[in-house]
């Protein structure tokens, strides 16, 4: 169906680009349209979520088009291929941040949702140059501890059985459609039942875009057994935390609690949205992220 942000997506421009990042390439893509003095925009990139891939969080891009976005894939993810050797830990997937960032924009602004603020905030506290980081979503609780600790436990059950049953058994169990959907739903807030059918098109088209079921395995390992808490006292450098109030993965009192362990942070909640802030609130979350950066306001369409 249709994106309900078609209209605002349809004038971005966009471009695919490859790099050679930690001896694999990395697929991204570039937001903004080069314009004269376009070079003093910032530049952002922004890192997704688990089993997410780029095209997650462009309706919080549409609403910034005056900014210059770098969205990678996540290697293993989408349409970057696994890193050669070794796991896909928390480690490797920092120290591939901080190689792509050098590679293709030095001093960007990070973003990063949800296992993706686990990234950024992890190559951040360990080096990654940055004047400002932002993060949507924050994974700022034990994920075996909150409301849904259960459905994490089960989830947990989930993708070891993936990992352990024969190959070609495994990954189709990882990619069955009606356990993608049964995650879309319980991760849904919004009553708007279009708004409701693009999210559940979008898990069913790139929710099970991974390589291979160990490269989601060890991505799924290092979301559950990391959060930010234990880096946020690391990172020196301005950040805002962009927080659901019906957020099931981390609860709001847990985000106000991470915000206090940062020397620099400053929350916005968003209301009546949970786990889905870059497809429910999209333009709440750009709002924040343009005050955040000091950028001007783009007029309502």
């Not at 190689?99 to 905030?121: M, Q």
């Not at 506290?125 to 400002?132: D, Q, S, V």
């Not at 356990?179 to 929710?207: G, N, W």
Request: hydrophobic share 45%.
């Amino acid at each position: 169906m249709p994106s309900p942000y078609a209209d605002r997506l349809k004038d971005l421009p966009v471009e695919r680009l490859e790099v050679e990042v930690d001896g694999g390439v990395t697929a991204y893509w570039e937001y903004g349209a080069q314009t004269e003095g376009s070079d003093d925009r910032p530049t952002v990139i922004v890192v997704h979520g688990f089993r997410g891939e780029h095209h997650g969080l462009e309706p919080v891009l549409a609403y910034l088009p005056d900014l210059r976005v770098l969205a990678p894939d996540l290697p293993g993810f989408g349409e970057t291929a696994p890193l050669p050797g070794g796991q896909h830990d928390l480690e490797r997937y920092a120290d591939w941040l901080t190689a792509f960032a050098g590679a293709v924009a030095p001093g960007a602004v990070i973003l990063g949702h949800s296992f993706g603020s686990i990234v950024a905030s992890a190559a951040v506290a360990r080096g990654l140059a940055t004047e400002r980081l932002i993060l949507v979503n924050p994974i700022g609780a034990p994920a075996l501890e909150g409301p849904k600790g259960l459905m994490t436990r089960l989830a947990v059950l989930y993708y070891a059985l993936g990992a352990r049953l024969p190959e070609r058994l495994g990954t189709a169990l990882l990619r069955n459609p009606l356990i993608v959907r049964v995650m879309s739903i319980t991760m849904a807030k919004t009553r708007d039942p279009q708004l409701r059918r693009f999210i559940h098109e979008q898990h069913d088209t790139y929710f099970s875009r991974f390589a291979d079921r160990d490269v989601l395995r060890d991505a799924f390992v290092a979301s559950v057994s990391h959060d930010v808490r234990a880096f946020a006292p690391l990172i020196d450098v301005p950040t805002l935390l962009v927080a659901a109030q019906q957020d099931d993965i981390t609860p709001i009192e847990d985000e106000r609690h991470l915000a206090t362990l940062f020397p620099r942070a400053e929350l916005v909640e968003i209301a009546d949205v949970g786990h889905l802030i870059h497809y429910e609130t999209p333009a709440e979350a750009a709002g924040a992220i343009r005050r955040f950066l000091r950028l001007p306001v783009v007029p309502a369409r």
